[in-house]
């Protein structure tokens, strides 16, 4: 068992990403879930989680707690350790400098050589206390109030190695997505090594340029020839010739959403950005049939999508064959709010050992 170390503020998203690199994921408090089991190097690509620990023991929000919980545990390492404790959002009313130095005299009393500067092993504290998210589609994400310390062996962190930021791209357009967030779509896309992802309005690229940078396959296609080149600009920047010393295969083309040049189940996954309440620049198209033709062209070319958007469009989603998994709302600014829906195909909705759909919802 594991405890993730969840980022961001918004925990059942946060949750729902984790799901896609650990198995039955389960929200515990602000901050801090519980999983099965992992897989490393996908977590190392999330966006919204800091790192994964194996599980030592859990105990309520309480530094004495913690040290009884602790000094009664078994501790299979060798070697020299080193205690980080941390107040998960300031939400517990605990001292993380009582909590390493006590948790660290236990660790000494059991015969362990302390080094706070390169340790062996490191032992993290983490201290959560308040309400849980509340949200139909995480397990564990029912409101209720939680207290709890979570102590484990740091056994993977996340890499954060996203793309600069937008403002520091080749070619950048206002509005552009943060880099964390494209991460985290992509992965809910089911974006890795060995998949291809595609977004069938790309603008800048940030979408499937992260995909790119967990190792996947990259598509991308946009009605504006200036969007086409800027993109293609971006994706030689960061990810490199396609398909060359390790790089992934990229391609980026004009053209329509609603009509794609690409055969049934052509890529893995798709997730894009619609239009934010504005005319689209695609001839013909007012924006909600351009929506609903995307979504359409997207069930007809891949089993699962990410639709990211200013309004909830779950109703064009169900009309085009899709099952939505989960739907999520995410505040940007005062003026925007992100609702996001991850999506599976009907047809696709029972199939087992997918890695991209959490195991608890399998």
Not at 14 to 32: F, I, S
Not at 44 to 67: M, S
Not at 206 to 230: F, N, T, W
Not at 239 to 264: K, M
């Amino acid at each position: 068992m594991y405890w993730l170390e969840l980022a961001g503020e918004t925990d059942a998203f946060a949750a729902r990403e984790a799901a896609t690199a650990a198995t039955g994921v389960d929200l515990l408090a602000p901050g801090v879930a519980r999983t099965g089991g992992i897989d490393p190097a996908r977590v190392r690509r999330l966006a919204y989680t800091r790192a994964a620990h194996e599980a030592v023991v859990r105990t309520d929000a309480d530094v004495d707690a913690a040290v009884v919980a602790l000094r009664a545990s078994s501790l299979d390492r060798s070697g020299s350790v080193a205690v980080r404790a941390r107040n998960v959002r300031g939400t517990a009313d605990v001292s993380t400098e009582a909590a390493e130095r006590e948790l660290g005299g236990v660790l000494v009393d059991r015969g362990f050589d302390v080094d706070l500067d390169d340790p062996d092993h490191v032992l993290r504290a983490l201290f959560a206390a308040g309400p849980r998210a509340d949200h139909d589609a995480v397990a564990g994400a029912d409101g209720g109030d939680a207290d709890l310390c979570a102590l484990g062996w740091v056994a993977v962190e996340a890499a954060r190695d996203f793309a600069p930021n937008p403002t520091d791209r080749p070619f950048f357009q206002p509005g552009s997505m943060a880099p964390a967030d494209a991460r985290a779509y992509a992965n809910l896309a089911g974006a890795a090594p060995g998949r291809t992802l595609l977004d069938p309005m790309c603008g800048t690229g940030g979408l499937p340029l992260e995909a790119g940078l967990v190792g996947g396959d990259a598509v991308a296609c946009d009605a504006q020839p200036k969007m086409v080149r800027g993109a293609r600009e971006n994706f030689r920047e960061y990810l490199g010739p396609p398909g060359t010393d390790g790089s992934p295969e990229w391609h980026v083309a004009r053209g329509d959403a609603t009509a794609l040049p690409f055969p049934d189940d052509a890529v893995d996954g798709v997730a894009f950005d619609a239009p934010y309440g504005r005319q689209s620049k695609v001839a013909r198209h007012e924006l909600a049939d351009l929506v609903a033709g995307a979504l359409a062209e997207a069930a007809r070319v891949a089993p699962r999508a990410v639709l990211v958007a200013d309004r909830d469009w779950r109703g064009p989603a169900r009309d085009a064959g899709w099952t939505v998994d989960a739907a999520f709302e995410r505040r940007v600014h005062r003026s925007l709010t992100r609702h996001v829906l991850v999506l599976r195909r009907e047809e696709a909705a029972g199939r087992t050992g997918d890695p991209s759909v959490p195991a608890d919802r399998e």
